[in-house]
């Protein structure tokens, strides 16, 4: 499912989806998209903080939490999870697809 513009598909994605997110041009690894396992699905920040890539959350924000698959080799087709996967947050617009068949 893509995520319209309103933002609305959002509140489908569960636990265990793969959302794709968008990412800044430009970026160190030079990835057009992170994948991501979702462990939090959409909710409001409690307190502020920094994550360790220095994304500053407020008190309020809707965001969605999860663990990123990592690029596995030369092939843009080929993602692991590894194990020690740091987590990760992000805001719920930057969302691009929620919902889609990932075979292992």
């Known amino acids: 499912m893509l995520l319209d513009v309103g933002g609305k ?12 997110v968008n990412v800044e041009e430009g970026n160190d690894e030079g990835a057009s998209f992170w994948l991501i ?6 909710h409001k920040v409690r307190n502020f903080f920094i994550d360790q890539w220095g994304t500053k ?3 309020g924000d809707d965001v969605v939490g999860g663990i990123y698959y990592q690029r596995w080799g030369n092939n843009d087709t080929f993602y692991v999870l590894l194990k020690d996967s740091h987590k990760v947050f992000f805001y719920f617009h930057l969302v691009r697809v929620v919902k889609f068949l990932m075979p292992p």
């Open 9 to 20: 598909l959002i509140i489908v994605l569960e636990i265990g989806d793969n959302p794709i």
């Open 37 to 42: 396992m979702c462990t939090d699905p959409l």
């Open 57 to 59: 959350f407020e008190e």
